[in-house]
């Protein structure tokens, strides 16, 4: 299970990287056009899978910074935005990295946004905080198509387990 969730991790960061690559196609503004979205843009839709990331690596790790809401906007500028984002990947990536195959049935106590408390194994949040990523991804590519970027990237866990060409 271990090498699953290191796979995740790493299909994570090449999912970000790609359609951070493909926002840069945008200007500021259309990043940040309200397209009613459930975060409104795509910079907020971003933004928000950080801010998300953040509060996870924090329950599991108690180190990084906590955000206080789940619509929180971290970084109005971009390019600290994608810096921010390769620094969570890369954090996450070795988190995942340090853990042992035990670890990962351990009970997780955190409480949620609201404060109510809770306890899942640790496998079953991995299991959340990347499938919450992809969710929010697919959301973002869908706006990136409404801003104009006629073939976003393809972010399929498939595309990335497939051997180069």
Do not use: C
Not at 1 to 22: P, Q, S, T, V
Not at 99 to 106: A, F, G, K, P, T
Not at 120 to 133: A, D, K, M, R, S
């Amino acid at each position: 299970m271990l090498d699953h969730f290191k796979r995740l991790a790493a299909y994570n960061a090449w999912a970000n990287a790609r359609l951070y690559d493909a926002a840069t196609a945008l200007r500021d503004f259309e990043r940040k056009r309200d397209v009613k979205a459930y975060f409104k843009s795509l910079h907020g839709t971003l933004n928000h899978i950080l801010v998300a990331d953040r509060i996870w690596m924090f329950r599991m790790t108690q180190e990084g910074m906590l955000p206080e809401r789940l619509d929180m906007t971290l970084f109005e500028d971009f390019m600290a935005l994608r810096e921010a984002r390769e620094a969570e990947d890369r954090r996450i990536i070795e988190y995942i990295a340090s853990l042992s195959e035990d670890q990962l049935e351990d009970g997780l106590q955190y409480k949620n946004t609201r404060g109510d408390p809770h306890s899942l194994p640790l496998n079953v949040i991995l299991t959340h905080f990347f499938n919450h990523q992809t969710h929010h991804r697919g959301q973002a590519t869908h706006i990136l198509r409404q801003l104009g970027v006629a073939e976003p990237p393809a972010l399929d866990l498939l595309y990335f387990a497939l051997p180069a060409a």
